[in-house]
């Protein structure tokens, strides 16, 4: 059993400067070049390679294993000249020597990267990455750095708001105080972080081609969901023209102001949902598999939260004046009986929306069983 103790150079550097073409064979050749490279350079990392495969074939020589100690290079200016340059001198090895396995020995990460050429030919039994003890962390920060700019996604997301960033901070300073400016500075770099985080951008890059597809398809809910999207606004607008009626510094102020737009933008929530969730469903009926339960359930569900939040926020206005008794068949509703009838309005929807649902499931069931 032989074998291949493979030192690799895809830089080409031991060639360069010890002036030798590759591949280089045999214990005494190697140790040869060792002393050429390390004449030639003495900091050059690759004379530490070059010893580390000496060793491996001496330690396996030891073991009384047959072992063949070669140097390869890839002798081209690119990468992909290199890299057939070095596949070519192992398949020349292999033709001469025919190993059963090889040892990779490299000292940096790009060098690392020819590995799978060599696997292509050879069993690689192990990868001796070769780094010298006191550059060791200067090394792997270097490799580190560089992986992270080679990467164009981590560029984007961490470079780019940085950069803008730095950009706008001389300009904030000028014309705000250190305190405004930091916090715009902090707002905009987390907004790009989340934007990025959220996936926000790949759902805004896919947004055209569904809205396409939901046209060209026919879809109901394309146009519920711009429905629903308007009745958002109207609520919130309502909500917001109600708050400001009340609008105060004082924190009892601020938190009628609070309940007055949750009061009246609950409504237009409640039906902008229900409107975009019924065209869903519409869509679910009309395809062949029909409606799943969940949407199903959805609509009810949107009822019964708008009823259930409406009547809290109805509860704390009556008890502070704000709203006036509600009348129910005549009678006066005090704030604890209007809390209790929209929370008995809300678990009745809701009970009414879990049985609907079962009963479509149920209805659904023999159907395929039938169809089966």
Not at 53 to 76: F, I, M, P, T
Not at 275 to 285: K, Q
Request: net charge negative; proline share 3%.
């Amino acid at each position: 059993m032989t074998t291949l103790v493979l030192c690799v150079d895809r830089s080409n550097d031991i060639g360069r400067k010890a002036g030798l073409p590759t591949p280089v064979v045999g214990w005494e050749a190697v140790r040869s070049l060792v002393t050429e490279v390390g004449l030639a350079d003495p900091e050059d990392s690759n004379v530490n390679c070059l010893l580390e495969a000496l060793r491996v074939a001496r330690d396996l020589r030891d073991e009384h294993e047959e072992s063949v100690v070669a140097v390869v290079s890839g002798a081209s200016e690119t990468l992909v000249g290199a890299d057939r340059s070095l596949a070519a001198q192992v398949d020349e090895l292999v033709a001469e020597y025919d190993p059963d396995s090889t040892i990779v020995v490299v000292d940096s990460a790009g060098d690392e990267r020819v590995v799978p050429v060599i696997e292509s030919r050879l069993r690689v039994d192990s990868v001796d990455r070769v780094v010298v003890r006191q550059a060791h962390d200067i090394e792997s920060t270097y490799y580190l750095l560089k992986q992270f700019l080679a990467d164009e996604e981590l560029r984007s997301t961490v470079l780019v708001p940085l950069g803008v960033t730095l950009l706008l901070m001389p300009l904030l300073l000028t014309r705000f105080s250190p305190a405004v400016a930091l916090a715009g500075l902090a707002s905009v770099l987390g907004a790009a972080l989340l934007y990025k985080g959220l996936a926000v951008d790949k759902f805004l890059a896919e947004s055209p081609d569904r809205v396409r597809d939901a046209l060209y398809s026919g879809q109901v809910s394309v146009v519920t969901y711009v429905v629903g999207a308007g009745l958002t606004l109207v609520g919130s607008f309502l909500g917001a023209l109600s708050a400001t009626q009340h609008a105060g510094g004082d924190a009892g102020v601020t938190l009628v102001s609070s309940m007055l737009f949750v009061y009246y933008a609950v409504p237009w929530l409640a039906l902008a949902a229900l409107t975009a969730s019924a065209g869903r469903l519409i869509d679910e009926l009309i395809g062949a598999g029909g409606a799943r339960r969940q949407y199903m359930n959805l609509p009810f569900g949107v009822v019964a939260l708008g009823l259930v939040v409406r009547g809290f926020a109805g509860w704390f206005l009556q008890r502070e004046g704000i709203l006036e008794d509600a009348l129910l068949l005549g009678w006066s509703l005090s704030a604890r009986q209007r809390l209790a009838l929209f929370i008995v309005g809300g678990i009745v929807v809701s009970i009414v929306g879990v049985r609907a649902a079962a009963t479509m499931s149920e209805s659904e069931a023999p159907e395929e069983a039938v169809e089966q």
